[in-house]
Nanobody, 130 residues
Framework: QVQLVESGGGLVQAGDSLRLSCAASGRTFSRNAMGWFRQAPGKGREFVAAIKSGGGTTYYADSVKGRFTISRDAAKNTVYLQMNSLKPEDTAVYYC???????????????????????WGQGTQVTVSS
């Protein structure tokens, strides 16, 4: 059974940093894209960042570009989201997601669409106070 388990969320002040981790089990995702999405209260699920297999190509939402960094450790079957200079508007539940197919597509559209991802974690709460 495939599982994605997020950790690292919490309550921080504006300007602080957090690092989220997503550990996958049940299969390896080293050749698959993985992503982070978030959902704030009363809002839809929003793309945050994605990373292709091998880790050489990454995509970011404009709202987090320059502040967040996605990375992966294939040996640990884990993806990370380093979040710096956090803002109150970053407050949300953050979800890790993994693509089952492992097909490489050109362009960002495939990787920023939540419908691409087949496996999802349970989410971890990030709250940023002003």
């Amino acid at each position: 059974q495939v599982q994605l388990v997020e950790s690292g969320g919490g309550l921080v002040q504006a300007g602080d940093s957090l690092r989220l981790s997503c550990a996958a089990s049940g299969r390896t995702f080293s050749r698959n894209a993985m992503g982070w999405f978030r959902q704030a209260p009363g809002k839809g699920r929003e793309f945050v960042a994605a990373i292709k297999s091998g880790g050489g190509t990454t995509y970011y939402a404009d709202s987090v570009k320059g502040r967040f960094t996605i990375s992966r450790d294939a040996a640990k079957n884990t993806v990370y989201l380093q979040m710096n200079s956090l803002k109150p508007e970053d407050t949300a539940v953050y979800y890790c997601a993994a693509d089952a197919e492992g097909i490489s597509w050109s362009g960002s559209g495939y990787y920023t669409d939540y419908r691409t991802y087949d496996y999802w974690g349970q989410g971890t709460q990030v709250t940023v106070s002003s």
